[in-house]
């Protein structure tokens, strides 16, 4: 089982770099890093459960000073892919593959 997110600025259509993103499982931290000139997170093993992905560091956050994704991970088989796409009054998510 794998993880990965992709951030992108939906305005300015580049990848967002440098954004701070935490994955949080049971209230513990099990992987952060900053996403790539890509705007890219990859390779991460969080474990099935119920986490909590936690963008910071962003694009516009002067009115987003953060995004919560909460997702399930039921199969270990998977990669589970979530993107962010934020504009300066709007974000949205989707399961990615």
């Known amino acids: 089982m794998s993880f990965s997110s992709h951030v992108l600025n939906a ?22 890093g900053r996403t790539d000139e890509d705007g890219r997170v990859k390779g991460w093993n969080p474990g099935p459960g119920v986490h ?17 994704i909460t ?6 088989a998977q990669h589970y892919h979530v993107p962010l796409l934020l504009a300066p009054f709007a974000y949205s998510t989707y399961r990615g593959s």
């Open 52 to 68: 909590r992905v936690i963008f910071t560091d962003l694009p516009y956050q002067d009115f987003y000073p953060e995004v919560i």
């Open 71 to 76: 997702f399930r991970i039921d199969d270990p």
């Open 11 to 32: 305005a300015s259509g580049r990848p967002a770099q440098g954004v701070h993103v935490r994955l949080e499982h049971e209230g513990r931290t099990v992987a952060e």
